[in-house]
T-cell receptor
Framework: GAVVSQHPSRVICKSGTSVKIECRSLDFQATTMFWYRQFPKQSLMLMATSNEGSKATYEQGVEKDKFLINHASLTLSTLTVTSAHPEDSSFYIC??????????FGQGTRLTVV | AQSVTQPDIHITVSEGASLELRCNYSYGATPYLFWYVQSPGQGLQLLLKYFSGDTLVQGIKGFEAEFKRSQSSFNLRKPSVHWSDAAEYFCAVGPNDYKLSFGAGTTVTVRA
């Protein structure tokens, strides 16, 4: 199956700093990528949808200035958590899809803000 | 609006016993339905999916699921559970293959 690689798998950062998470499709062209957030013991909540070369579409309640998404190429999307605070600590997962095909998930990134 | 309900937060099952995880969905049209498994600290792995055709779907790792339109359900089953099946299981629904809404998940514990 298709492979989606997410990096880093874990990151700890200080409050007030910014963190960038990468999501790469290794063997297909990801025209659409999705970013999810998962709180402990809860389900995945869709944060935003990004299409290559255009602005991301954010779900209601997600601050676009807080969670910057860039999808500049067909194999890479990045999520930057700006001015991170402890409440941003979470598990972030991306998925990628080529055209209207099945989406494949990355391994996830555990963000801890201290 | 689409939504997914997984009524069971946590299920404990003995190794070798059968397992059934419940999933109910709300969706206006014929949905795409999915079951994913997540091991601790890992991403999601697709077990199986349904869109049309035979309502009994076979997946990987010996799992199967049955779509029942009249009950708006898509329950996941495995006849004989292995210790490696201990994980979090998520049911998901969507209008297509890629934009999904997830249930809250069911944690499966396997006892020896």
């Amino acid at each position: 199956g298709a492979v989606v690689s997410q990096h880093p798998s874990r990151v700890i950062c200080k409050s007030g700093t910014s963190v960038k998470i990468e999501c790469r499709s290794l063997d297909f062209q990801a025209t659409t990528m999705f970013w999810y957030r998962q709180f402990p013991k809860q389900s995945l909540m869709l944060m935003a949808t990004s299409n290559e070369g255009s602005k991301a579409t954010y779900e209601q309640g997600v601050e676009k200035d807080k969670f910057l998404i860039n999808h500049a190429s067909l194999t890479l999307s990045t999520l930057t958590v700006t001015s991170a605070h402890p409440e941003d600590s979470s598990f972030y997962i991306c998925s990628a899809s080529e055209g209207a095909a099945e989406a494949f998930f990355g391994q996830g990134t555990r963000l801890t803000v201290v | 609006a689409q939504s997914v309900t997984q009524p069971d937060i946590h299920i404990t099952v003995s190794e070798g016993a059968s397992l059934e995880l419940r999933c109910n969905y709300s969706y206006g049209a014929t949905p795409y339905l999915f079951w994913y498994v997540q091991s601790p600290g890992q991403g999601l792995q697709l077990l199986l999916k349904y869109f049309s055709g035979d309502t009994l779907v076979q997946g990987i790792k010996g799992f199967e699921a049955e779509f029942k339109r009249s009950q708006s359900s898509f329950n996941l089953r495995k006849p004989s559970v292995h210790w490696s099946d201990a994980a979090e299981y998520f049911c998901a629904v969507g209008p297509n293959d890629y934009k999904l809404s997830f249930g809250a998940g069911t944690t499966v514990t396997v006892r020896a």
